[in-house]
């Protein structure tokens, strides 16, 4: 029997043979038959809902003389049941600054199809964060650095994917952390007996004493709570690096370039 296709054909499946030979449900309507428990994941052809939620981070770069902000919209699939997920689905970037429309335009519709192909997007944080700008990068407030304005947008999908549960965060094991606060008390020990020098100056009451210690203990540490004269971690780009025993150490992740 020839059948007339009066609408847009959107999908199709094969019939099998095992198809034919299962007994036909008597007439119900192919609506309900279709498979309700599938679990949808994310692919290309995954029709764009009219509407998705989403985030947007600012940017603000010593680079670029407006601020960048980035928008993130997310879809959410199998909405109220135990499969629900977040995945993004596209980004937009909007400035001020009209210099750099042409990279950026390019970046934000690439990011978007990755997002939309599904798999496992995540590797696309990694490939930003690596980007390299041939003038220098510069410091977040924090002490963060970031290598380019490409590593940040790389920086902001990361905390996205973070916050839609995509990435987890590698725990930091117990040992690590005592580790770590070990060695920080270690260093800080050893740096101590050159505050006492700075601080009998003017010091008249025993009752500031303690202030201007503390003080002086703050001086001594620069913007993200590391020692002032700490320099950049390789590992985690943070200026929490310190030489201790004539090793490279990291106050941060606990990174050590003698193992
Ligand atoms: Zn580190």
């Not at 043979?17 to 949808?40: F, G, L, N, S, Y």
């Not at 989403?54 to 902000?69: N, Q």
């Not at 990435?167 to 690590?176: F, G, L, V, W, Y």
């Not at 007996?193 to 601080?199: I, M």
């Amino acid at each position: 029997m020839a059948i007339k296709i009066e609408k847009k054909i959107k999908g199709y499946n094969v019939v099998k043979p095992e198809d034919k030979a299962a007994p036909a449900p008597a007439p119900v309507p192919v609506k309900e038959a279709a498979p309700v428990a599938e679990v949808i994941q994310m692919h290309e052809s995954l029709e764009r809902p009219e509407t998705l939620v989403g985030s947007t981070y600012k940017i603000k770069s010593p680079l670029f003389e407006h601020a960048l902000y980035v928008t993130v919209n997310d879809i959410v699939l199998n909405a109220g049941t135990k499969h629900e997920m977040r995945r993004p689905f596209e980004l937009f970037i909007n400035s001020k600054n009209m210099d750099h429309f042409q990279w950026i335009v390019a970046l934000t519709r690439i990011l978007s199809a990755v997002f939309r192909k599904g798999g496992d997007v995540t590797f696309i944080v990694e490939e930003l964060k690596a980007v390299f700008d041939p003038r220098g990068g510069y410091f977040k407030a924090g002490g963060v650095y970031m290598p380019s304005i490409v590593a940040e947008i790389g920086a902001v999908v990361e905390q996205h994917m973070k916050s839609i549960g995509l990435i987890h965060d590698p725990e930091m094991s117990d040992a690590t952390r005592a580790l770590i606060a070990e060695k920080r008390a270690a260093y800080e020990k050893a740096a101590k007996p050159a505050v006492p020098a700075a601080v009998p100056v003017g010091a008249g009451s025993a009752g500031d004493a303690p202030a201007s210690q503390a003080a002086a203990e703050a001086a001594h540490m620069n913007a993200s709570g590391f020692p002032a004269g700490a320099t950049l971690c390789a590992k985690c780009n943070t200026q929490a690096l310190v030489l201790m025993d004539g090793c490279q150490t990291c106050l941060n992740c606990g990174y050590s370039k003698c193992g």
